[in-house]
């Protein structure tokens, strides 16, 4: 069956790095945009980043952009997230997806999640 396992999350105070990890098994990864998500406690779920199928055209959220990097190994099915330069208000569970190509190059790609993973909280202390 599908798994999507996430790793890499813990706590770390700010200005610190962690590495997120997701590896994908059960189904055709190379077959599917792959993104990240957070949700926060009493916040919706949030879109962060996006990757296509290839590796070679990313997307990042405006709260994310020029400190977190996406990017996946097909040889592997994995997928990572190199969080850098974290804030207090990062802290969140981090969910890794399987986005539908067809809806990967959407405005509305954010609803169009195949499989999601269980998660890996990440928790930042100013």
């Known amino acids: 069956q599908v798994q999507l396992v996430e790793s890499g999350g813990g706590s770390v105070q700010a200005g610190g790095s962690l590495r997120l990890s997701c590896a994908a098994s059960?189904?055709?990864?190379?077959?599917?945009?792959m993104a990240w998500f957070r949700q926060a406690p009493g916040k919706e779920r949030e879109g962060v980043a996006l990757?296509?199928?290839?590796?070679?055209?990313?997307y990042y959220a405006d709260s994310v952009k020029g400190r977190f990097t996406i990017s996946r190994d097909n040889a592997k099915n994995a997928l990572y997230l190199q969080m850098n330069s974290l804030k207090p208000e990062d802290t969140a569970m981090y969910y890794c997806?399987?986005?539908?190509?067809?809806?990967?190059?959407?405005?509305?790609?954010?609803?169009?999640?195949?499989?999601w993973g269980q998660g890996t909280q990440v928790t930042v202390s100013s």
């Open positions: 990757i296509n199928s290839g590796g070679d055209s990313v």
């Open positions: 059960g189904y055709t990864y190379t077959a599917y945009c």
């Open positions: 997806a399987a986005v539908s190509t067809s809806g990967c190059y959407s405005k509305s790609w954010t609803r169009r999640v195949s499989y």
